[in-house]
């Protein structure tokens, strides 16, 4: 079976731009989370999804935004990027969400100029 | 508020080794305890998760982890490392926020292998 797939793998984008990352969740799978990790650090949770409603979100600004689709599959829009904003950024899937392990696809490497 | 803090930022074995790696909780519950490892340019892959049912967590790999609630800590080991180990690990803890179920990751440890 496949894993959790993302496009693009890379991303380059400048300053003032808007960005969309694409994710696919494991066959079966209801549940996408979304994760940014800067260069050094550990993943900083971003949003949850379920059943194509938003669960939680993290202190992320309102240039983040997200959606979930009717086969599960997700986008993660960011807008009038930042340098700050290069990053992987990580999509996770679960059965449910709600305590369930979470699987990470390849994630995508975004890199604002 | 949950927490974990890894306590070291870099370990360095010789294959054959044991490895130890540390990580300490903090959570006003029963936490979930995952650690997951990834490999340079790479997603995340789970090693092993602990949830209440078995204070010793066998995971892929050769890794385990034990649960110990009376020091807030789930550290990692292996009795051998494998030049193939070399990445960076990280100790998670799952928790709910509202209706969301959020992984807050610890800073990470990378683990060198040598011969």
């Known amino acids: 079976d496949a894993g959790v797939t993302q496009s693009p793998t890379h991303l380059i984008k400048t300053r003032g731009q808007h960005v969309t990352l694409r994710c696919s969740p494991i066959?079966?799978?209801?549940?996408v989370s979304w994760y940014q990790q800067v260069l050094g650090q550990g993943p900083q949770f971003i949003f949850q999804?379920?059943?194509?409603?938003?669960?939680g979100r993290g202190n992320f600004p309102d240039r983040f935004s997200a959606r979930q689709f009717p086969n599960y599959s997700s986008e993660l829009n960011v807008n009038a990027l930042l340098l700050g904003d290069s990053a992987l950024y990580l999509c996770?899937?679960?059965?449910?969400?709600?305590?369930?392990?979470?699987?990470f696809g390849p994630g995508t490497r975004l890199t604002v100029l | 508020a949950q927490s974990v803090t890894q306590l070291d930022s870099h370990v360095s074995v010789s294959e054959g080794t044991p490895v130890l790696l540390r990580c300490n909780y903090s959570?006003?519950?029963?936490?979930?305890l995952f650690w997951y490892v990834q490999h340079p340019n790479k997603g995340l892959q789970l090693l092993l998760k602990?949830?209440?049912?078995?204070?010793l967590v066998k995971g892929i790999n050769g890794f385990e982890a034990e649960f110990k609630k009376s020091e807030t800590s789930f550290h990692l080991t292996k009795p051998s490392a494998h030049m193939s180990d070399a990445a960076e690990y990280f100790c998670?803890?799952?928790?709910?926020?509202?209706?969301?179920?959020?992984?807050?990751f610890g800073t990470g440890t990378r683990l060198q292998v040598t011969l």
């Open positions: 996770a899937s679960s059965l449910q969400g709600a305590g369930d392990t979470q699987y």
């Open positions: 066959s079966g799978h209801k549940s």
């Open positions: 999804y379920y059943e194509k409603e938003e669960r």
């Open positions: 959570s006003s519950y029963s936490p979930s």
């Open positions: 602990y949830t209440s049912a078995a204070t």
């Open positions: 998670v803890v799952s928790f709910f926020s509202g209706t969301a179920s959020k992984l807050t």
